[in-house]
């Protein structure tokens, strides 16, 4: 039932999508400022739903089973050097999706339910922050076809590196198998194997031309990578979550990606900031090429 009311969703967010008219580079926000939407023209949407830091005085703060109130603090400072950096390089930038609300109040990486915890007065931030990527998903796929999709966290790990989720738990990356029917369709990068059957699912996780292997080689650690193919038994991982699962669902056909959860040393802190939006956007203009042919 749930997958229907979202294909019906989505095709009515396609219909508004298409009837109005989005300026690139304009932020668009709710009446309260909760939800930004900055429309991009690059095929990549990140969306970025753990970083606020607005508490409301009247609201409840979410305590049902399973709720997690933590902040990743900076993430949305980093998105925004992100944006700086890809209008540096190629004068165009990244579909952004922000929450400004903290979560404390609603967590938009888990579904209705637990994400407000029963707070009817969070289901509108809820829905609108899924609603502007909808509409991302709409209006990058028209103009690209199809388009990456990057949830963005942040760890408070031991291990300094980022933890690229796949949908895939750390014990499947530790036995990774590209002809494992279950391991492919469960992954984020599923509609990418299916479009595109001289792929393979250790090619895009593990392979030189991997998100992973590339933010590496510019001095960013990463697991899953060539350099560092999984998680050791004693680590801890996040694989991806609501977001990741929703976005990169068969619901979402043209719609691929992964979760980044990002170290702050060296990646979200002040200094680290700009020198990771540089990389990224370097291995993202690589990435394009590769696996969408094109070049901006």
């Not at 969703?9 to 939800?35: C, H, M, P, R, S």
């Not at 502007?132 to 942040?154: C, E, N, P, Q, R």
């Not at 760890?155 to 990356?173: F, M």
């Not at 193919?229 to 043209?254: Q, W």
Request: hydrophobic letters at 40%.
């Amino acid at each position: 039932m749930k997958f229907i009311k979202l294909s019906l969703l989505f095709l009515l967010i396609a219909g508004f999508a298409n009837a109005q008219k989005w300026e690139v580079g304009k932020t668009y926000t709710d009446d309260e400022k909760w939800t930004e939407f900055i429309v991009g023209d690059l095929p990549l949407i990140i969306s970025v739903p753990h970083g606020g830091t607005i508490n409301l005085p009247d609201a409840a703060t979410r305590s049902c089973k399973g709720a997690v109130t933590v902040t990743d603090s900076k993430t949305i400072e980093l998105v925004k050097e992100i944006e700086k950096a890809f209008l540096a390089k190629y004068n165009a930038r990244p579909f952004i999706i922000i929450s400004n609300l903290s979560r404390k109040h609603v967590d938009h990486n888990r579904d209705i339910e637990e994400g407000t915890c029963g707070d009817k007065s969070m289901e509108k931030p809820w829905n609108q922050f899924h609603d502007y990527i909808d509409t991302a998903v709409v209006l990058a796929i028209k103009k690209f076809g199809k388009a990456v999709y990057i949830d963005l966290h942040g760890h408070g790990h031991t291990k300094q590196r980022l933890e690229v989720g796949y949908l895939l738990k750390a014990e499947e990356l530790r036995s990774l198998d590209a002809k494992d029917n279950k391991q492919v369709a469960k992954s984020s990068v599923a509609n990418l194997l299916a479009n595109d059957k001289k792929l393979d699912l250790e090619q895009l996780l593990v392979g030189p031309d991997a998100f992973g292997t590339l933010i590496a080689k510019e001095g960013f650690g990463a697991v899953p990578s060539k350099q560092d193919p999984a998680p050791l038994e004693e680590d801890k991982y996040f694989n991806g979550g609501y977001n990741t699962v929703r976005y990169t669902s068969s619901k979402y056909p043209n719609i691929f990606g992964w979760q980044i959860e990002s170290n702050y040393k060296g990646v979200r802190d002040a200094t680290g900031r700009p020198a990771f939006a540089k990389a990224f956007v370097n291995v993202m203009g690589d990435y394009f090429k590769t696996y969408l042919k094109k070049s901006f």
